[in-house]
């Protein structure tokens, strides 16, 4: 079960120490909602009373060392009109973009994260999920980055060209979610949350370089980041689902808590470059070692990732990407055993 003493050890991470034991993570919420069998996808991103259950089940279920309240990635745009759809099962997903001219942007509305679509419903969860738990487990909220909200508010199309056609509309509108998600941030540390999941996966190393990044996406990350960690002193755990050494060493100077390394990555490679700089979080594969691997070879894995990582501290353990939700129950219990079992230092 959860257990007290996990924010200390979180910290001693974040400050490239070693923690009495490492705090093991899953990125799991599709998993956990057909796991419980109760209710669909779309019920649960709806409602903070079903998401609760769900997650706190999950929670005492599976011994996961936090509450990941990283549901979709609709919430802030459903209300400034970009069209998301999702059914059933489904996670919803933005597809209908505003146009991406000067003109829509002056008509963004001033959202408030505490009246606005769904999100006072994710508000209300992290806030009852903290009251549940109490420090017993890591309370994780989150947002996209900037960069990557643009892409998902005009299309990530449009988000690219503007790097080469358009820089000064590219960085107003970057601003523009640069001052919300500071509100958006400060009502989900109000409401609990220990940590931000700040997702800017259209900042991956596939589709923008590291001299694209420094020049038109660093420089507002770094002031939303700078922030939360100093003026709010809320964690930043920034997932990009990185593989490329390159793109992980330019994100430290902004001053994140952590960052997430995606499962394609040579783990050894990127622990080595950030150790004693740097802490990180990964990368067991979701899919080809916990959905299609069996317990003997997912708990070989997880013993190969955490012998890599775990020497000197700064490390938490985490599968690199969202967990598909057809995971085998006794694989996902092999994860968090093995896990756990080389967690103490």
């Not at 999702?86 to 991406?100: D, S, V």
């Not at 449009?158 to 400060?186: C, G, H, P, T």
């Not at 991956?204 to 020049?215: A, E, G, I, L």
């Not at 985490?318 to 006794?330: F, Q």
Request: aromatic share 10%.
């Amino acid at each position: 079960m959860a257990y007290q003493g996990v924010l200390e050890d979180i910290r001693a991470c974040v400050n490239l120490k070693k923690p009495q034991r490492i705090p093991v993570f899953a990125n799991s919420e599709e998993f956990d909602v057909k796991w419980h069998n109760k209710y669909t996808y779309e019920e649960v991103c709806t409602s903070a009373d079903k998401l609760v259950e769900v997650w706190s089940a999950a929670i005492r279920e599976f011994d996961y060392d936090w509450a990941w309240v990283q549901i979709d990635d609709c919430f802030e745009f459903e209300p400034v009109g970009v069209g998301v759809k999702g059914e059933g099962n489904i996670l919803r997903a933005t597809y209908q973009y505003l146009p991406a001219d000067r003109a829509a942007l002056k008509k963004l509305p001033v959202m408030d994260p505490n009246k606005d679509g769904r999100m006072p419903e994710k508000l209300k969860a992290i806030r009852k999920l903290r009251d549940y738990f109490k420090e017993s487990v890591l309370v994780v909220g989150s947002c996209a980055a900037p960069f990557s909200a643009v892409g998902l508010m005009w299309s990530i199309e449009e988000s690219m060209v503007m790097m080469l056609n358009d820089e000064q509309l590219l960085d107003d509108a970057m601003n523009y979610w640069l001052e919300f998600y500071k509100r958006y941030i400060k009502a989900q540390k109000e409401a609990g949350a220990h940590a931000i999941w700040l997702g800017d996966c259209n900042a991956f190393s596939s589709m923008v370089s590291v001299p694209q990044y420094q020049q038109h996406i660093f420089p507002i990350t770094k002031k939303l980041v700078d922030y939360c960690e100093n003026e709010l002193d809320i964690m930043i755990w920034m997932h990009n689902s990185e593989i490329r050494k390159a793109h992980v060493l330019s994100h430290i100077p902004l001053g994140l808590s952590f960052e997430s390394i995606g499962p394609a990555a040579d783990i050894a490679e990127i622990r080595a470059a950030t150790k004693d700089k740097q802490a990180i979080s990964g990368n067991l594969d979701p899919i080809e070692v916990l959905w299609r691997g069996t317990p003997e070879s997912i708990t070989k894995e997880v013993a190969r990732i955490m012998q890599t990582c775990k020497p000197g501290g700064g490390y938490i353990f985490n599968t690199g990407e969202m967990n598909p939700r057809d995971i085998p129950e006794e694989n996902m219990l092999a994860m968090m055993k093995a896990a756990k079992k080389l967690s103490e230092y």
